[in-house]
């Protein structure tokens, strides 16, 4: 149990596009999903926490403009990087969890972003 | 804010060896204690993680951490490593705070993470 799908795993695309990655719970509600992005090498950084049905909190430094986060269902929440660069090339990893605070998070396998 | 971290980087063993996986974390209220383990080209999977009650937690694989909460410290123990047991692993943090409302809960810090490599 405790599945969490993300899609796409790797997407290649120009300078200026957007794009958005999906994360899914497959068989439990979500009631929060968080973001995170991950530096070759480096740990994972938190961007935002999502609350169903709510506005997105973004972490300190991450422009709220740049990636977009919806999280319009208990199973579904998606994040748009907008006119995205070279720059936010990166690996994006989507978890889910049932929202108390002792609810373990369960993770999507990632998405390789890479922007040419 | 609270911060984890990783002592080691990159721990090499052969089969057999005894495993030990610093972990230290800066926060002086509650915390649930994580950690996690990535294997190559896989997504994260929780291997134990401590709430409450007994610190010393089993998890899956063989795999125990010890939450001491004088040192702030959660290590992750094994006594006899297996090739198979090549992976990344990361600590992770999760602190309560109460007056930051339902957006704190299951926010995780994670640290730096360490590579662990085991020689057949």
């Known amino acids: 149990g405790a599945v969490v799908s993300q899609h796409p795993s790797w997407v290649i695309c120009k300078s200026g596009t957007s794009v958005k990655i999906e994360c899914r719970s497959l068989?439990?509600?979500?009631?929060?999903m968080f973001w995170y992005r991950q530096f070759p090498k480096q740990s994972l950084m938190l961007m935002a926490t999502?609350?169903?049905?709510?506005?997105?909190?973004?972490e300190q430094g991450v422009e709220k403009d740049k990636f977009l986060i919806n999280h319009a269902s208990l199973t579904l929440s998606t994040l748009t990087v907008t006119s995205a660069h070279p720059e936010d090339s990166s690996f994006y990893i989507c978890s889910a969890s049932g929202g108390q605070f002792n609810q373990p998070q369960h993770f999507g396998d990632g998405t390789r972003l890479s922007i040419l | 804010a609270q911060s984890v971290s990783q002592h080691n980087h990159h721990v090499i063993l052969s089969e057999a060896a005894s495993l030990e996986l610093g972990c230290n974390y800066s926060?002086?209220?509650?915390?649930?204690l994580f950690w996690y383990v990535q294997y190559p080209g896989q997504h994260l999977q929780l291997l134990l993680k401590?709430?409450?009650?007994?610190?010393l937690v089993k998890g899956i694989k063989g795999f125990e951490a010890e939450f001491i909460k004088s040192k702030f410290s959660f290590n992750l123990r094994k006594p006899s490593v297996q090739w198979s047991d090549t992976a990344e692993y990361f600590c992770a943090v999760n602190a309560y705070s109460p007056d930051a409302g339902g957006t704190s809960y299951g926010k995780l810090t994670f640290g730096q993470g360490t590579i662990l490599t085991v020689h057949p």
């Open positions: 926060y002086g209220g509650t915390v649930n």
């Open positions: 999502s609350n169903e049905g709510s506005k997105a909190t973004y």
């Open positions: 068989d439990f509600q979500a009631t929060t």
């Open positions: 401590y709430f409450s009650g007994d610190p």
